[in-house]
């Protein structure tokens, strides 16, 4: 790609203010693929983007603002790879309950990004409404099937993503063990109208880990950026 | 009573600083009871319980963080009469429905005061423990009954409790309407084991309103301070 930046050359026809924004945050996508998340700072992210710290300042908050802008997009990436991966999956039983599992678990892997996705999905209203496409569309299948017994709207799939986010809390708090994906997964289940003996061989069968890591998909973001 | 003010008679054993915080909160509990949520200002609070306006900051950050931690005292006063209007419902399923419902009916009756709750509950973990009690209680019943077949334990409380607090949310945001409660309790009911049928008989019953709001529970925490 001959621009510098994969936000940089989305942002190209948009405004100055636009464009240093999306400077910021190819850099900041560098700095965290280069030296890692807890290293990062705020001087490094506008020293690799050729900015003033103050020029940061006019356009995130603090580091963990940036981490969220980011994360946005990190989570669109292992959105689609999960979807990729289930391509071959039909039953949405079995679908619901991979992507719940697999998510928190990818997640998981990374604390510091599990965090990150964690704020993102919750205070940037804009992630949750895409992510929840992918949901509604799995939802449906599911009622289509025959399988869910429930009405499936915006309100189910807000609860239906909750319960993900709670369960991703308990694991990144401590206060949940590693099966948390597995009990969410039963719970949902349950709720969406799958027989109790069924939701529970489901939600605890063995679960192959995808080779996806958040970590990889900033390394494919700050690569798509060469 | 002839200590002023609720908070500062608890805080009477304590250091300077906790008693300093205690007032605070009382002239805040004083001052939003008399001109409401929005006309409070942290000037008013400070002015109410004679210290300058830097001692306010000292204790709190901002008139947020002091409404959340008011919110925290009128949620277990909300929880512990919510539990009185219910002594005598035996049924672990239409006490769990008649809490959901009513306490999202009576967060929902003051927005302002909603969103309150909504934050001190997300943010105050301790809120969230104390209130988890009373819920743990009603989801025991319901195993020992026999209608709930679900491990319950921390995780299921958890995430039963995250389940309110996103309907709570889409009522609030004005994203769910105001079947809200009636949707969620019956969502959970199903979750718990509870057949479908049965779930939504109970969860769409009519349901007489509680004649309780958060601001009569303020100006309760008010009057027992004269």
């Known amino acids: 790609m001959s ?5 940089a050359s989305e942002a190209r026809e948009q405004g100055k203010s ?3 924004r999306a400077r910021l945050m190819d850099a900041a996508v560098g700095v965290f693929a280069r030296v890692g998340f807890e290293a990062a700072s705020v001087n490094e992210i ?3 983007a050729d900015v003033a710290n103050g020029t940061f300042y006019l356009h995130f908050k603090d580091k963990d603002e940036i981490v969220s802008a980011v994360a946005f ?3 669109g990436d292992i959105t689609r790879q999960l979807d990729d991966a289930m391509s071959d999956i039909d039953d949405a039983i079995e679908r619901t309950c991979f992507a719940t ?3 928190i678990d990818i997640a998981c892997s990374e604390p510091e990004w599990g965090w990150a996705l964690f704020r993102a999905a919750w205070f940037l209203p804009e992630l949750r409404k895409r992510s929840n ?3 509604r569309a799995d939802l449906q299948r599911g009622a289509r099937q025959g399988s869910f017994t429930v ?3 915006a309100f189910l799939v807000d609860m ?3 319960m993900v986010l709670t369960a991703l809390f308990g694991r990144l708090s401590g206060e949940a063990d590693k099966d948390a994906g597995s009990r969410v997964a039963e719970l949902q289940l349950r709720m969406l109208g799958v027989p109790g003996a069924k939701a529970k061989k489901t939600a605890w069968r063995k679960l192959e880990p995808l080779k996806l890591k958040v970590s990889t998909a900033l390394v494919g973001l700050a690569k798509a950026s060469e």
């Open 3 to 7: 621009l510098k930046g994969i936000f």
């Open 18 to 20: 636009a464009r240093t």
């Open 46 to 48: 506008a020293l690799a």
């Open 73 to 75: 997009r990190i989570a």
């Open 101 to 103: 599992r697999q998510f």
């Open 133 to 135: 496409e992918y949901l």
């Open 151 to 153: 009405k499936i709207d």
């Open 160 to 162: 239906f993503a909750s």
